[in-house]
């Protein structure tokens, strides 16, 4: 358990508002990432973070902005929220280093927009 | 494009009923192929890391192996607390960005 917090857990939104979904890491973990979860699609990269400051986009990242102000917190930010990012997001993190090279995943969030 | 594809899509088995997971996938240079497990509303725990072919690894009733072309986790004997969605994901790049297949859900019946 690496520690990973994600808040809120749940959260119903209307179409057009801005909704920002926090994680937060008591690992000091450098990389961190931000993935959505849909039926049928699995886990989809939508940005990543590979230290304070230094962020980067993935395959979804279109209506999404993020932002890492230090190294335990992620922030994304859904500009203006649209139905279409009803989804469950889950933040991830993971060090240098480690033998298996795998990310740590928070619980989630569920989010709907209606 | 790099691409996780997994079969089936979802599994039922009776409980000591012994089966196989299979995750193909095409990526331009292997970094590492993952598998996790993901319980409803939960997120992914790591089971397995994978970097190259012939490659096995075990933890108790589960077993992953790895070919150039295909992952295969296979379940022995399995017990109903096995069941769960199981993910595939191949490194894609730098920074360890994954992508993941859309997962085979696993039920089993005692």
């Known amino acids: 358990d690496a520690g990973i917090t994600q808040s809120p857990r749940h959260k119903v939104t209307e179409t057009g508002t801005p909704v920002t979904l926090r994680c937060h890491q008591t690992?000091?973990?450098?990389?961190m990432y931000w993935y959505r979860q849909d039926p049928g699609h699995g886990l989809r990269l939508i940005h990543y973070s590979y230290g304070v400051k230094d962020t980067d986009k993935g395959e979804v990242s279109d209506g999404y902005s993020v932002s890492r102000s230090k190294t335990e917190d992620f922030l994304l930010t859904l500009e203006s929220a649209t139905s279409s990012q009803t989804s469950v997001y889950f933040c991830?993190?993971?060090?240098?280093?480690?033998?298996?090279?795998?990310?740590?995943f928070g619980p989630g969030t569920r989010l709907t927009v209606l | 494009e790099d691409q996780v594809t997994q079969s089936p899509e979802a599994l039922r088995l009776q409980e000591g009923e012994s089966s196989s997971l299979n995750c193909s996938y095409t990526?331009?240079?292997?970094?590492?192929l993952f598998w996790y497990r993901q319980d409803p509303g939960k997120g992914p725990e790591f089971l397995f890391t994978?970097?190259?072919a012939g490659e096995e690894k075990e933890k108790e009733r589960l077993k992953a192996t790895l070919t150039k072309k295909e992952s295969f986790l296979h379940i022995t004997a399995p017990k109903p607390e096995d069941s769960a969605t199981y993910l595939c994901a191949v490194q894609d790049g730098g920074y360890n960005k994954l992508i993941f297949g859309a997962g085979t859900r696993l039920a089993v019946h005692p």
């Open positions: 990526v331009s240079g292997l970094r590492g």
């Open positions: 994978l970097y190259s």
């Open positions: 690992e000091n973990h450098r990389y």
């Open positions: 991830a993190t993971r060090s240098m280093g480690i033998s298996n090279n795998e990310q740590f």
